[in-house]
């Protein structure tokens, strides 16, 4: 009996320590693919992609205990990294009641039909540098294949380790827009040379604006699937490691969340409702309120962190203690699944595109519904300022429906008849709103309060007061934009609209009467306005 004790005990060892050298060695790989890459991001990205002198510096004094490290499962399987991105304006989506990603994916040549630019490999690797930032932001990814030559290998431009090759994953149809805007360049450093003579200035700015495109690199994690995978499951993830930063933390699903790819996206339709919303009662007849829109997309499960949560909760909370009425803040957040149930009142999901812009629009348009108008965006973006909403369908890729562009935001803020509108940004890449909104003149009342990417904007105003003048809170604070002489009058009043320093001071009573919430409004400046309107 103690002889058998003992060999059963021996197995278990045995068991155990070939577990523990296999997990040994595959870290040893995962190690070298980090390490090489890592020092490839420190000396060579910048040289492959646009990105900003005081990033480049940053990137090049990185510690590798900075950077949250991603790898694909390992497997027998090859996969595919799909990004939001993969389609362009140029490239349209597949149509959706076509949309069959199982019989495609079990054929491999079909892959370049379903994700053009994307090809097979044995493994995806990807380094965050900044893995406290929401998305997007830059992202570097590797594509890692096995049994390659050496002289393969520096064809397809990679990193030869002996085993593996490593090769810089870049943005889809990068190197052709590259090409076009070298050529451009080309052609203006040729006409300069004709007029100035050849000189190393002029060579200089070819570098420079060949690099300043900003359509290679990459800002979002990929969704990485098998081949042959038709359930799409994300293969991505990241690798708890006291060498690494610590992994973000996703917030936790409080309930199922299926695709709605059998939904016609292209059409707002009864069956595509999760959770009715209906605009029109926000604004009663003979009342004028203030309203608030807060959006945060999400975009998928993995970018999806608490904190998204807390900020729609932070900001929700001053609004309410300003004295919006909580019917009238609407929030749409991710997707069906995010939030328990009990916690949904006044929020819905981010999936239904139309929803939330004919909701903007209504509220936006209609004669005396809005006083103040805030809208607090906390979304993943692009590069170009389009926020990306949830990945309804699970197929990685942000197609019409699920992308809210700039040019569509200011669509659907032109002409706005509430007194302000306030926009409050909690985002990446701001700049593309801020350019446009400075050259409209169909926006003269939208004010941009909060866009820079260091201000934490649910944070910044939490402290606000109803007696708290909006001019005063921003100069107080570091998210204080440049503002013209007429937008001071906008901003020299309380978030609900009370003028600042009146003589005497308004008492908290007159506060909320006249005000604070909501207000009747006379018959007669009501039908007067809408005889005007019409």
């Known amino acids: 009996m103690k002889v058998q004790w003992v060999c059963v005990s021996l197995l278990g060892f045995a068991l155990f320590f070939g577990e523990y050298r296999g997990s040994e060695v595959k870290f040893s790989r995962l190690d070298r693919w980090v390490k090489t890459g890592f020092q490839y991001l420190?000396?060579?990205?910048?040289?492959?992609?646009?990105?900003?002198e005081s990033e480049c510096k940053r990137l090049?004094?990185?510690?590798?205990?900075?950077?949250?490290v991603y790898v694909s499962e390992s497997s027998s399987e090859k996969v595919l990294a799909i990004l939001p991105d993969s389609y362009s304006a140029e490239v349209p989506a597949p149509k959706q009641n076509t949309y069959a990603v199982t019989p495609a994916?079990?054929?491999?040549?079909?892959?370049?039909?379903?994700?053009?630019?994307?090809?097979?490999?044995?493994?995806?690797?990807v380094l965050d540098p900044s893995p406290g930032?929401?998305?997007?932001?830059?992202?570097?990814?590797?594509?890692?294949?096995?049994?390659?030559?050496?002289?393969?290998?520096?064809?397809?431009?990679?990193?030869?380790?002996?085993?593996?090759?490593?090769?810089?994953?870049?943005?889809?149809?990068?190197?052709?827009?590259?090409?076009?805007?070298?050529?451009?360049?080309?052609?203006?450093?040729?006409?300069?040379?004709?007029?100035?003579?050849?000189?190393?200035?002029?060579?200089?700015?070819?570098?420079?604006?060949?690099?300043?495109?900003?359509?290679?690199?990459?800002?979002?994690?990929?969704?990485?699937?098998?081949?042959?995978?038709?359930?799409?499951?994300?293969?991505?993830?990241?690798?708890?490691?006291?060498?690494?930063?610590?992994c973000p933390q996703p917030l936790p699903l409080a309930g199922p969340s299926v695709p709605l790819s059998s939904c016609e996206l292209s059409?707002?339709?009864?069956?595509?409702?999760?959770?009715?919303?209906?605009?029109?009662?926000?604004?009663?007849?003979?009342?004028?309120?203030?309203?608030?829109?807060?959006?945060?997309?999400?975009?998928?499960?993995?970018?999806?962190?608490?904190?998204?949560?807390?900020?729609?909760?932070?900001?929700?909370?001053?609004?309410?203690?300003?004295?919006?009425?909580?019917?009238?803040?609407k929030t749409f957040f991710a997707g069906n699944g995010q939030v328990a149930a009990k916690d949904t009142e006044g929020m819905y999901p981010a999936t239904e595109k139309e929803v939330i812009r004919n909701h903007i629009a209504y509220v936006c348009r209609k004669q005396h519904c809005a006083?103040?108008?805030?809208?607090?965006?906390?979304?993943?973006?692009?590069?170009?300022?389009?926020?990306?909403?949830?990945?309804?369908?699970?197929?990685?890729?942000?197609?019409?429906?699920?992308?809210?562009?700039?040019?569509?935001?200011?669509?659907?803020?032109?002409?706005?008849?509430?007194?302000?509108?306030?926009?409050?940004?909690?985002?990446?890449?701001?700049?593309?709103l801020t350019k446009r909104l400075r050259s409209s003149r169909k926006h003269p009342n939208v004010l941009l309060l909060s866009a820079l990417p260091w201000v934490h904007a649910a944070q910044a105003w939490a402290p606000l007061q109803p007696s708290h003048c909006l001019i005063d809170h921003l100069t107080k604070s570091a998210a204080m934009p440049r503002v013209s002489e007429w937008a001071l009058g906008l901003l020299n009043v309380t978030l609900a609209g009370a003028p600042c320093n009146a003589t005497p001071p308004l008492s908290d009573a007159e506060m909320r009467r006249e005000f604070m919430?909501?207000?009747?409004?006379p018959?007669?400046?009501?039908?007067?306005?809408?005889?005007?309107?019409?």
Not at 42 to 52: E, P, T
Not at 517 to 521: D, P, R
């Open 105 to 125: 994916l079990k054929n491999g040549k079909r892959n370049q039909d379903l994700f053009p630019g994307s090809a097979s490999h044995d493994a995806v690797l």
């Open 523 to 534: 018959t007669a400046l009501w039908h007067q306005g809408h005889r005007r309107g019409n």
């Open 42 to 52: 420190k000396l060579n990205l910048c040289r492959r992609v646009s990105l900003s």
């Open 267 to 329: 059409k707002n339709t009864r069956r595509c409702h999760q959770q009715p919303l209906a605009s029109q009662r926000s604004c009663r007849l003979y009342q004028t309120c203030d309203h608030a829109i807060l959006l945060s997309g999400g975009w998928q499960e993995q970018i999806t962190y608490q904190r998204h949560v807390q900020n729609l909760q932070l900001f929700h909370k001053m609004l309410r203690n300003n004295g919006f009425h909580k019917e009238h803040i």
């Open 133 to 246: 930032e929401s998305f997007g932001h830059p992202v570097v990814l590797f594509y890692v294949d096995f049994n390659v030559t050496k002289k393969k290998c520096g064809h397809m431009d990679g990193i030869f380790l002996g085993e593996e090759c490593l090769t810089l994953g870049l943005k889809t149809r990068c190197v052709n827009q590259l090409k076009r805007q070298r050529s451009r360049s080309d052609r203006l450093v040729g006409r300069t040379r004709v007029r100035r003579g050849a000189g190393p200035s002029g060579r200089a700015r070819s570098a420079r604006s060949e690099r300043s495109g900003g359509v290679c690199e990459i800002h979002f994690l990929p969704l990485v699937v098998g081949v042959r995978d038709g359930n799409r499951t994300q293969r991505l993830r990241c690798v708890d490691h006291p060498d690494f930063a610590a």
């Open 517 to 521: 919430g909501c207000q009747n409004l």
């Open 371 to 432: 006083d103040t108008l805030v809208l607090y965006l906390n979304s993943p973006t692009c590069n170009d300022g389009t926020m990306l909403l949830w990945d309804r369908n699970h197929n990685g890729i942000a197609e019409l429906k699920e992308r809210y562009s700039v040019g569509e935001l200011l669509s659907d803020l032109a002409g706005c008849r509430a007194r302000r509108v306030l926009l409050f940004l909690e985002q990446s890449y701001s700049g593309a």
């Open 60 to 68: 090049s004094h990185l510690h590798l205990s900075s950077v949250a």
